[in-house]
């Protein structure tokens, strides 16, 4: 557990610069809430908070799809894996390190939402608990893309997980809306996009279950196909 | 015996994806690797030095044939906490040197105030501890490389795998790894070393193995391997090295080397001269003389295969 940790804390790290630049959005967010007035303007800041939001599930996908790339391309991945970590441990700390990174920008976006929002009439649990959708959102798109990683570039990687999870989107829209949930990062993030002062939306506990679920079994499945992939191609 | 390093019959075949062409990294290689020795690991660029460090760490899968590290199958995770390795093109994350090597020595499992006193010590051993503040992202390619050792040190391991460890280093900090290395054998560690530099394993190895394309061409003894038997080397004085053939003369003193088969006769000729024999030993070749020759017959045999 210790090593997972490690790996973890040392992913954020490794991202900080992405991090604080996603964090300006954040600050651009509180800035606004202090020059406008918030009861006239209050559907305006929603609006951006729910885009501001929403980024956050993009940029984990980003997260998730270059960890393992970049790391093998530094080639600092063979010092890590050269001590008693195995690989599933080292998948684990990196699902948690994405993880972990969206929900800093979570957490400091829902200080700034329910002071903004709050402030404006929107309810506070309820911005947590949109906070935490977006983190069960994030903590799966990373992990399905960390999978793709496995043995695709980023680029790919990143257009599969697209697919994954545009894919049961598109069947929502066209067929049945229960395709929504065969992978919940739609349903997740639509929760966050369809809020408004009116209707702030129900808490979707069966979406965040269903979302845990999946990247627990993404998770395994990453860690069988990793065990199977050289990291390290010879140098000469 | 108990072997800390054991290659059965491994082979590592990467097969193009676009041309469907295989290249054989390493063909039915096996070795057998005894603790307490320095084994040198030679061969020319591309012949699978690396490949079967990396198969050895289970950074890489073989596409046939087993192996052991230290009792365990290779890629064990608990096998790798007794074990230091060193990647050829070391890289680190960008951190204070002290912090680094404690963050490498946490994931083997150390902790506390041994870890932390276990970093200072390494740095310290690797000529690091005026920099151990440092962003080793701000450090030259040999400091870079000395903390890569020190990473590597960190867990006091039992079975050091380096590759090309003094590559960049300067002749004052290549002595300074020879001995740490040699003092790490004297404490009953096994040390796999790779390296290019000849003298550098001519000087500590107990054992070396040639590899070339990927085959096993030649281990033995340094020891034995460096004397030769076909060759002697006569030094006497009294007489005039150019009557001699592969004579050379210094202060008076003439040294001659002469096929083992001929050394009776020489002998006898350097006596006739008038001329005083001073000693006569086998002679001794250079790994690099050896290398050169091994390399060469293997490659002059598959191009007749």
């Known amino acids: 557990m210790k090593g997972v940790l490690l790996i973890a804390i040392n992913f954020v790290r490794e991202q900080r610069w992405p991090i604080l630049v996603l964090l300006m959005w954040v600050l651009l967010l509180a800035f606004l809430g202090l020059v406008s007035n918030l009861p006239r ?9 729910k885009q501001v939001a929403v980024y956050v599930v993009a940029f984990s996908v980003f997260f998730g799809g270059s960890a393992i790339y970049n790391e093998r391309k530094t080639r600092r991945i063979l010092a890590v894996l050269s001590k008693s970590i195995g690989r599933q441990q080292y998948l684990s700390g990196l699902v948690l390190g994405v993880t972990i990174a969206s929900a800093i920008y979570c957490f400091a976006l829902g200080l700034t939402g329910s002071w903004t929002l709050g402030f404006a009439g929107f309810p506070m649990s309820q911005v947590w608990y949109l906070m935490l959708s977006l983190v069960a959102a994030c903590m799966l798109a990373g992990t399905i893309a960390l999978m793709f990683s496995t043995f695709l570039n980023p680029f790919f990687a990143a257009g599969a997980t697209a697919a994954v999870l545009g894919i049961p989107a598109v069947m929502a829209h066209t067929t049945a809306s229960t395709w929504a949930y065969a992978v919940p990062v739609y349903t997740l993030t639509m929760q966050v996009m369809k809020a408004s002062f009116q209707s702030p939306g129900r808490a979707n506990w069966l979406a965040i279950g269903l979302a845990v679920a999946e990247t627990v079994c993404f998770w395994i499945l990453s860690a069988r196909i990793f065990s199977y992939v050289d990291i390290a191609v010879a140098v000469e | 015996m108990e072997f800390v390093l054991e290659f059965e019959n491994l082979t590592k075949q990467y097969r193009s994806f676009a041309s469907r062409r295989r290249i054989v990294a390493l063909d039915s290689f096996s070795l057998r690797v005894e603790p307490g020795e320095i084994f040198g690991f030679l061969g020319p660029n591309g012949a699978g030095k690396s490949t079967a460090i990396h198969l050895a760490m289970g950074f890489m899968r073989p596409s046939s044939g087993t192996g052991r590290m230290l009792g365990a199958r290779f890629g064990d995770s608990h ?42 010590e390494v740095l310290q051993l690797v000529g690091l501890q005026d920099h151990s503040t440092r962003n080793v992202g701000k450090f ?66 107990d054992r070396v193995a040639v590899l070339h394309r990927g085959r096993l061409v030649h281990v033995g ?52 001269c008038g001329g005083e024999v001073i000693s006569v030993n086998p002679a001794r070749r250079s790994l690099e003389d050896i290398f050169l020759e091994v390399t060469s017959d293997a490659a002059t045999s598959e191009k007749t295969q």
């Open chain 2, 79 to 120: 096998a790798r906490k007794k074990v230091g390795f060193l990647a050829e093109n070391v890289a680190l994350y960008h951190r204070k040197a002290e912090r680094l090597i404690r963050f490498y020595g946490a994931l083997n499992g150390m902790g506390g105030r041994g870890l932390a006193q276990r970093s200072r």
């Open chain 1, 41 to 49: 303007e209050r559907e305006d800041l929603l609006f951006i908070f």
């Open chain 2, 140 to 205: 030259s390619r040999g400091m870079l490389q000395r903390a890569g050792l020190a990473q590597a040190l960190v867990n006091d391991p039992e079975l050091l795998i380096l590759d090309e460890p003094t590559s960049a280093l300067d002749p004052l900090a290549r002595v300074m790894v020879r001995e740490l290395l040699l003092t790490a054998r004297n404490q009953g560690k096994t040390i796999f070393l790779s390296s290019h530099l000849l003298s550098e394993v001519e000087l500590v190895c």
């Open chain 2, 221 to 272: 003894r340094t020891a034995d391997l460096l004397v030769s038997d076909e060759h002697s080397e006569i030094v006497a004085r009294g007489i005039s090295a150019a009557a001699f053939d592969n004579a050379s003369a210094h202060d008076g003193v003439v040294r001659l080397s002469v096929p083992s088969k001929r050394q009776r006769e020489m002998l006898e000729r350097i006596w006739s």
